[in-house]
């Protein structure tokens, strides 16, 4: 019995060592880049459980996990603590440094008509991943807000648009720009005239701003 305690500890401070150090969390539980979003939604990075507790109490009942099922120490921590303060934990997968495939988006669109609000959206960072999901919600859920859509990739959430993750920048303003034109609905768009392999070859980042996120600030 002590010893299945003891290696109950060992394996939870070998969770938190592997968040912390090895998941860059140190810098999450300094900062934490959560925000409201609107009446049903917030986003933020990674939580910590101690920050599950939190939201539970706010009323949150779902929490989209963008990095998808990692099995890793931060991934145990969480669908752990969601289980303890009774959030549904749904593992979804999005991309921050490609355009967004099609089929993401209708299964986002099944998933924002489907889960219990208030919820929260958090990828690594809270910056792209997280920004994009957004977005989505305000083009799929509030009948094509670009306006809100295109202010969830934003400075104000550490998005920095000249990078790679900048081409979800692209993706907004290519539909909100059609949309001026014609109205057109934005799933609409989607089927018939969005090209995600047009859209990345047209997109052009700068070099030295690729190397401070992904080799400075370490984001996925």
């Not at 968040?19 to 049903?40: A, Q």
């Not at 303890?84 to 991309?95: G, M």
């Not at 924002?112 to 208030?118: L, Q």
């Not at 799933?187 to 005239?193: A, G, I, P, R």
Request: contains cysteine.
């Amino acid at each position: 019995m002590i010893e299945k305690k003891n290696e109950e500890h060992f394996n939870r401070f070998l969770a938190w060592f592997e968040m912390i150090i090895k998941d860059h969390g140190l810098l999450r539980l300094c900062y934490n880049n959560f925000h409201k979003v609107d009446e049903n939604l917030y986003r933020s990075n990674m939580p910590t459980p101690s920050r599950i507790k939190k939201y539970s109490k706010l009323g949150i009942k779902t929490i989209i996990n963008l990095r998808g099922v990692r099995k890793d120490g931060g991934w145990l921590l969480e669908n752990e603590a969601c289980k303890k303060y009774n959030i549904k934990l749904i593992d979804f997968r999005a991309r921050s440094r490609a355009a967004p495939e099609k089929e993401m988006i209708f299964e986002a669109d099944k998933l924002f008509k489907n889960i219990s609000y208030p919820a929260l959206i958090h990828c690594k960072s809270g910056a792209d991943r997280a920004g994009i999901m957004c977005a989505l919600y305000f083009l799929l859920q509030k009948k094509q807000e670009t306006k809100k859509a295109k202010q969830q990739l934003s400075w104000k959430y550490l998005h920095i648009k000249w990078a790679k993750p900048g081409v979800l920048d692209s993706f907004v303003h290519e539909y909100s720009t059609q949309y001026k034109i014609d109205k057109i609905k934005f799933l609409d768009w989607v089927k018939k005239k969005y090209d995600p392999i047009k859209l990345e070859k047209n997109f052009r980042s700068i070099w030295w701003v690729n190397r401070l996120v992904d080799d400075v600030l370490k984001r996925e």
